[in-house]
């Protein structure tokens, strides 16, 4: 912009970093209603035309405006979410562990912290990992940023890593349900990195269809909105299924991978009418299972012979 006008930034013109900290299928939502704004600006006067801004949109709503220079409302973005992926890989780390041992659930174990307000229940959900465009891109950059200039961020780092091991581990309790994939109909209900969008990019989902695939399983594939987009990936390797129903018909075992509705009102009887093997891994801990007793269900995070019916007192 100097070059072409011949101006200069921060005196001539004004410039201003403002990230976003939207959720992806519910920007409008955090447009209207978010939890701060950050502005990094060059120059005082360029921050104070954005707040203005600001204020004229928000009227008695404003949120509370953090207004600093470029460098740190650029960390402020990658913190964030880098942050937010830290909880996500804790979560699943604990819930490794909570499946060795008996009695343990990771739902309850997160929902414990969660509840202390200095650490809050968000991203506190173990399943299959992150994906999505933000969290894989923003660690991934944040990590080279601080490499270059000669530091590891070993938390991110493990952060990631935790992540990457997350759809093996899946895997591996998946191959001890029909004793091994070989030549076994595995369905897999839900494609979108998470419900209510049909993106796909760096979805766990995937993945794990994927690693299926080289385990020598048939895998068929139901997502409400992501089977065109699934098509580009996984071309033919896969059947896909237009209704839940026939993604479950002669299958061996059953993978929850992605928490849409749409799923939760999946029964017992439902595996048993449809499926050769009534089996179930629920990724995603949407089901209880106190309600499959009559299927055989593993779930991420949960310990043999837990039960789910803690009580709220």
């Known amino acids: 912009m100097e070059n072409e006008s011949g101006k200069v930034v921060g005196k001539d013109f004004g410039l201003c970093f403002n990230p976003e900290f939207l959720r992806e299928g519910k920007a409008v939502e955090d447009i209207l209603n978010p939890d701060r704004i950050v502005i990094g600006a060059v120059d005082q006067r360029s921050g104070m035309e954005l707040i203005e801004f600001y204020r004229d949109f928000y009227g008695d709503r404003m949120p509370p405006i953090i207004l600093t220079n470029p460098i740190n409302a650029g960390l402020i973005k990658y913190a964030n979410n880098a942050f937010l992926a830290m909880k996500v890989s804790f979560a699943n780390m604990f819930a490794r562990l909570c499946e060795m041992l008996p009695g343990a659930d990771v739902n309850v174990i997160m929902k414990g912290i969660g509840l202390d307000k200095r650490i809050g229940k968000a991203f506190l959900k173990a399943g299959l990992g992150w994906g999505g465009s933000c969290l894989p891109k923003d660690t991934c950059a944040i990590l080279v940023f601080a490499k270059n200039l000669g530091l590891d961020l070993k938390l991110v780092r493990a952060t990631t890593e935790v992540n990457e091991e997350q759809v093996d ?34 979805s766990r989902a995937i993945k794990l269809v994927e690693k299926l695939i080289e385990k020598g399983a048939r895998v068929k594939v139901h997502d409400p909105k992501a089977l065109d987009n699934a098509r580009k990936v996984l071309g033919d390797k896969v059947r896909y299924s237009t209704s839940i129903e026939e993604c479950l018909d002669d299958s061996d075992l059953c993978i929850l991978a992605t928490e849409w509705p749409e799923y ?14 009534p089996a179930m891994l629920d990724c995603r801990r949407l089901y209880n299972p106190e309600d499959f007793r009559e299927a055989k269900i593993m779930a991420i995070g949960l310990g043999q012979h837990s039960s789910l019916q803690e009580t709220d007192t």
């Not at 209900?189 to 419900?195: C, D, N």
């Not at 939760?264 to 093997?277: A, C, E, N, T, V």
């Open 169 to 202: 581990h899946a895997l591996s309790l998946a191959e001890k349900m029909p004793q091994g994939l070989e030549g076994k109909t595995v369905s897999v209900l839900g494609l979108a990195f998470k419900p209510g969008t049909d993106d796909i990019r760096e």
């Open 264 to 277: 939760k009102k999946i029964k017992p009887r439902d595996l048993r009418k449809f499926m050769r093997s």
